[in-house]
């Protein structure tokens, strides 16, 4: 009987990993074909649930990796995590002590911070965009 639990929980999964396409739950589908496996051998439950673990967690770590990144390396990069790597003109002098600082990148006036805090850009100066922090550039000299 608990053989259709385990077929039951493997359906499910792989119908929420159908419908988000996230990668999130496929590997539990496989841990749950393993319990299966499990409960036709006559295993008890805890043998059938560590196993059920077991080889959830082992997929999870060693295959979302790779999954993660071959699978969707066509995704294009959207709004600000676009600007990273990108240069930016300082319009405003960048002083982390004083809390000051702008720059423009694609025509648009960002509020911007210093990656590091001792550096100081003045107005004019081309920058490079390190990262993103809330609605702040937080960059560095190129």
Do not use: C
């Amino acid at each position: 009987m608990i053989s259709i639990y385990w077929l039951i929980a493997f359906v499910v999964l792989i119908g929420v990993e159908v419908m988000t396409m996230a990668l999130t739950t496929i590997w539990f589908a496989g841990g749950a074909i393993v319990g299966f496996i499990f409960s036709l051998l006559g295993l008890p439950v805890g043998a059938q649930l560590a196993a059920f673990l077991a080889v959830s967690f082992l997929l999870l770590f060693l295959t979302r990796p790779f999954a993660a990144r071959y699978i969707n390396n066509g995704t294009v990069k959207t709004n600000a995590e676009s600007l990273i790597g990108k240069q930016a003109r300082v319009t405003d002098r960048i002083d982390n002590d004083m809390g000051t600082g702008a720059a423009i990148v694609n025509g648009q006036e960002w509020t911007a911070r210093a990656l590091e805090d001792h550096q100081t850009f003045e107005p004019g100066t081309m920058v490079e965009i390190r990262k993103i922090q809330g609605v702040k550039l937080i960059v560095a000299k190129l």
